[in-house]
């Protein structure tokens, strides 16, 4: 989905338009929409869908009324309707698929509350809205340090100007209450206009910072997932993964989304498992589960007192047993049950580095013969 200028140079490196998520295709930015609508012509007296969605930065969206009906198409820079004054930002879709969009979103098409499209962007808005991002970032280490300075428990993750610098927002992330009136007071002194904080989460601030994952991608919640669904460490033990926080956590610190990806393929493949809690009853004694193979539908038990002696009990072999338990009935026990582990490990590929030896190009060094040494000083 990206542009030709973004293919690589002669020597590899990447060569790319240089215009930082502001080129005419944009398919370079956080959540890119494909509108697979575009090629298709509408039926015979329908009218265009008036809204169209445009993008701000680090991936914030909103829907617009185009009541000027504005020619307008993916990439244009367009002036919008703000609560004071007018912002800047990117169009990202038009078309029917902003109403499926909104639909999904459920947002209402009341064109009395709906924000409007002004106009598209002139030169001279879009280099004041250039110029003024470009100062975000030092604004942003000035405003950090104005919190520090004041002992304040908050994190002012990142900023935003309106695209006609009449308001910076700020955001920030806080475990508690925060009381920052003297903190505006200050903001508003330096920099001169009006102040606005919002306080974002955890992971609504590693959306917007974006980073790369352990899994060596973008981060899902810089991409493409906008839903944030509560993750728990029960999804962890469902998908019997080591409860290491330094692992499960993603960088936002918190247990990681992509968990819950494949938590219902798991659930789905343990409705059979029989609990982990209920003990197979045999005349030889006892037996408690000690391991599952959620992909294999095995299950491993072991007497009670003889921990070390596993027997290998498939899915249905286990349920059978329980039943006959319900029924208030002993097997013999699970040696007529078990499964022959006939696993035999293959070695699939050799490691040729291995076979020599790491100082095979060292010179040798000779050996001294101490004997003989000895042996012509006594004979001398």
Known sequence: MSCKTCSSK??????????????????????????????????SGQSE????????????????LNKNSVSLSVGD?????????????IVTLTGELVRVQMDKKKISYSQEESKIIYRKASQIEIDKWSLLRDKEEPIKVRARKFAIDLRLKMKISDIEYQGDGSKITFYYTADERVDFRELIKIY??????????????????????????????????????????????????????SLNPQKLAGQCGKLKCCLNYELGSYMDALKNFPKKEIKLKTEKGVAVCQKTDIFKKQLWYAYVGEWNNWFLLSVDQANAIINENKLNKLVSGLEEYTIENN?????????????DSLTRFDKPRKKKNHKRKKAKKHAN
């Open 343 to 355: 696993f035999v490990e293959e070695n699939m590929f050799e490691n040729v580095v291995g076979q």
């Open 188 to 241: 508003a002194r330096e920099f001169r206009t009006k102040i606005e904080m919002k306080q974002v989460g955890l992971r609504q601030e590693a959306a917007r910072l974006g980073g790369i994952g352990s899994c060596g991608r973008e981060l899902c919640c810089s991409t493409w997932l906008t839903d944030f669904r509560s993750v728990s460490t029960s999804a962890a033990r469902y998908q019997q993964l």
């Open 77 to 89: 820079i367009a002036a919008t309707q703000a609560n004071s004054g007018y912002d800047i930002g």
């Open 49 to 64: 869908f008036l809204y169209s969605e445009i993008r701000f930065k680090n991936g914030r969206k909103d829907y617009f």
């Open 10 to 43: 002669s020597n590899g490196s990447p060569k790319g338009c240089k215009n930082n998520g502001t080129c005419g295709t944009d398919s370079c930015n956080k959540f890119t929409v494909f509108d697979w609508l575009s090629n298709m012509s509408l039926p």
